[in-house]
């Protein structure tokens, strides 16, 4: 989490570094500052709060420069408060550093500086790293590209930093481990940094992703060096970005989250745009395509991913056992990397990650790679850490997701997802022909299908003008409905601080119905298909201990009408697809009561939208 920004040029640094730092609030948004080079002064800013909140403390002060730094953190060490704010300067003053990522041994490094003489004055590990740079310099008398590649030797952890030197306005070190970093090559001999490319699309298309363990040497009007913490030299690669601006702008929407949730009927045709085709029934996914031996012979699938796409790979659960007859285990990445998995060769792992750089999902593919399983990225950020890591993939297509509570992300999980559960069942034959036809057709109809249920919107709205002052909340589902109501739960909680849990609606009895009573609102998911009757049934329960029922229903339902106090209506789908369409009401539902409840939507408290610690 953290995101960094830098510039150096001819243009104002400080416009850029603000512009690039409200682009990456999502990293994390509890304290910001920047630091700027002119005439020999070194200025730093930083405080408590939201970039806004810096920008107001910088207020009528001079942002003169044209070389800066800019940080925007999500706290690890220390609470955020101004002094932990980065950038953070070295002892001598002449050093200025931001930092995303953690420094596992920071305390022994900071011990040996102690004794040494360092003073520090915050309790972030960023601090020490930048006082270590600083004690190599000085004492190795080394210049500060080659002070940084011996500080990182000794350095465990994941970093992507940036460091300034106040007696040198030409040039800027960076470097990355574990944490992403990115770097605009400009038009006019100037180069921009940042956590990812939305600071640096505006500017230029040319970029260069550093490697885990590189360091690159920036220097105004000149070239690009870049060498590994090993000290071999590597050729910048440079790619040119896809990414449209406009896709990062709010569009008319209040919340980028309104504006994701009625994206979805694009994001999901984006989704499955070429891949599937209509007249012969068939699905078409290179990365399964690529490897057909090893999905034709997998015993196993592991699916390994966090949030909301660890639901999203619920619901692949459903669909590869069904579909496909593989059988699936669904694992929270973090524990799954600490856990000594039995993982073989004939096993398949399936990473999902919007981001495509979340800490534990990433270690859970190092080690699965390391033992011999087969790797599969589901990611949606193009050239994300994951991405790269992993043997084949599908992109997600759901262009740039910006609030935090994931919405199109996971529509585009799913629907990837079923393609590659339909693909695979049609290569081992375990789906009828017919069967096949059918849910290929139900995909194509399944972004007018969302367009429909987003008309719901007004029947949410009354429904969350009710219900915004419940202290807790339940969501009920069975079968691929399960984890929808997990997902609803969790969309709720995220962003508008209410208590909500998400359960397997015949497992309400085992616990979860002790609390029911008529203040607890509880969402049911009771669409037409396998386990209509039974839900009925659960919701009948729930009826006889005066609980309150919200029922997202299948169009034309009469008889969860009698009995629900309200129903959102969805259009019918087949069971598989039910996920794409029961989710939207619930994301709406979560957009309401947050807004009601005068809760910042996009950026919820203690969240970040990627979570590059573990
Ligand atoms: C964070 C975000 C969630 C997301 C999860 C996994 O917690 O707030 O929205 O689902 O990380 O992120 P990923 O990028 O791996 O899907």
């Known amino acids: 989490m953290c995101g960094i920004v830098g510039y150096i040029g001819e243009k104002d640094a400080y416009p850029i570094l603000m512009k690039g730092l409200k682009r990456l609030e999502y990293r994390g948004y509890d304290s910001a500052g920047v630091a700027l080079l002119h005439d020999g002064e070194l200025n730093l800013y930083k405080c408590k709060g939201k970039v806004s909140d810096l920008e107001n403390h910088v207020a009528n002060q001079s942002t003169h420069g044209n070389i800066g730094i800019g940080h925007t953190r999500w706290a690890t060490h220390g609470p955020p408060n101004d002094v932990n704010a980065h950038p953070h300067l070295s002892g001598d003053g002449k050093l200025a550093m931001i930092h995303n990522g953690i420094i596992e041994n920071y305390a022994p490094?900071?011990?040996?500086?102690?004794?040494?003489?360092?003073?520090?004055?915050?309790?972030?590990?960023?601090?020490?790293?930048?006082?270590?740079?600083?004690?190599i310099r000085n004492n190795a008398n080394v210049n500060l590209f080659e002070a940084v590649r011996i500080a990182l030797n000794e350095v465990v952890g994941a970093y992507a930093i940036v460091v300034m030197d106040k007696n040198n306005p030409e040039q800027l070190i960076v470097a990355k481990k574990s944490s992403p970093l990115v770097i605009g090559i400009g038009s006019e001999g100037d180069f921009f940094v940042a956590s990812d490319a939305t600071p640096i699309?505006?500017?230029?298309?040319?970029?260069?992703?550093?490697?885990?363990?590189?360091?690159?040497?920036?220097?105004?009007?000149?070239?690009?060096?870049?060498?590994?913490?090993?000290?071999?030299e590597k050729t910048p690669y440079i790619q040119e970005l896809e990414m449209q601006l406009e896709a990062l702008e709010k569009g008319g929407y209040d919340y980028f989250m309104l504006k994701e949730i009625y994206e979805q009927p694009r994001s999901v045709r984006d989704c499955f745009r070429g891949r599937m085709n209509l007249t012969k029934g068939m699905v078409r996914m290179s990365g399964i395509d690529t490897h057909e031996e090893k999905w034709m012979n997998a015993k196993r699938i592991i699916i390994v991913a966090c949030g909301t796409s660890w639901h999203a790979g619920l619901v692949?659960?459903?669909?590869?056992?069904?579909?496909?007859?593989?059988?699936?285990?669904?694992?929270?990445?973090?524990?799954?990397?600490?856990?000594?998995?039995?993982?073989?060769?004939?096993?398949?792992?399936?990473?999902?990650?919007?981001?495509g750089e979340t800490a534990d999902t990433l270690a859970a593919i190092k080690l699965a790679k390391e033992k011999g399983a087969h790797i599969f990225g589901v990611c949606n950020v193009v050239g994300s850490t994951i991405s790269r890591e992993t043997d084949s993939g599908s992109y997600t297509h759901a262009g740039p997701e910006i609030g935090v509570a994931s919405t199109k992300a996971f529509t585009a999980q799913v629907t990837v997802l079923t393609l590659m559960a339909l693909a695979v069942a049609e290569k081992k034959g375990t789906i009828k022909q017919e069967r096949l036809h059918r849910l290929i057709a139900e995909i194509n109809s399944i972004p007018d299908k969302i367009e429909l249920a987003l008309k719901s919107n007004d029947i949410v709205e009354t429904i969350a003008e009710i219900y915004k002052d419940a202290s807790n909340a339940l969501y009920l589902g069975r079968g691929y409905s399960f984890p929808v109501a997990l997902e609803g739960a969790l969309k709720l909680k995220e962003i508008s601080y209410i208590h909500a849990e998400g359960y397997p609606a015949a497992e309400m009895k085992h616990g979860p119905i002790a609390l029911i009573d008529e203040e607890m609102p509880v969402f049911v998911i009771?669409?037409?298909g396998h386990s209509y009757?039974?839900?009925?049934?659960?919701?009948?329960?729930?009826?006889?201990?005066?609980?309150?029922?919200?029922?997202?229903?299948?169009?034309?339902?009469?008889?969860?009408?009698?009995?629900a106090d309200h129903v959102i209506e969805i259009p019918k789908s087949d069971d598989v697809?039910?996920?794409l369409l029961s989710v939207i009401p619930l994301q709406l539902l979560s957009y309401h009561i947050a807004v009601m409840r005068g809760c910042?939507?996009?950026?919820?408290?203690?969240?970040?939208?990627?979570?590059?610690v573990e």
């Not at 040996?112 to 600083?134: A, N, P, Q, Y």
């Not at 360091?215 to 090993?230: G, W």
């Not at 009757?533 to 339902?557: F, H, L, P, Q, Y």
């Open 533 to 563: 009757e039974k839900v009925v049934s659960n919701i009948e329960e729930v009826k006889a201990r005066k609980g309150k029922i919200i029922a997202i229903v299948t169009a034309g339902d009469t008889h969860v009408k009698k009995i």
């Open 600 to 612: 910042n939507v996009d950026q919820p408290r203690n969240l970040a939208k990627s979570v590059t």
């Open 526 to 528: 009771a669409t037409h």
């Open 577 to 579: 697809l039910v996920p």
């Open 201 to 232: 699309i505006e500017y230029t298309k040319n970029v260069v992703y550093l490697e885990d363990e590189e360091v690159a040497m920036i220097n105004r009007n000149a070239d690009l060096k870049i060498v590994t913490i090993q000290n071999q």
């Open 109 to 135: 490094l900071k011990e040996e500086l102690t004794k040494r003489g360092h003073v520090f004055k915050s309790d972030t590990d960023t601090e020490v790293l930048t006082h270590l740079i600083e004690d």
């Open 316 to 355: 692949a659960e459903y669909l590869f056992e069904d579909l496909a007859r593989i059988p699936v285990e669904v694992e929270y990445a973090s524990e799954f990397r600490y856990r000594n998995p039995i993982i073989n060769d004939d096993d398949i792992v399936i990473a999902i990650s919007q981001s």
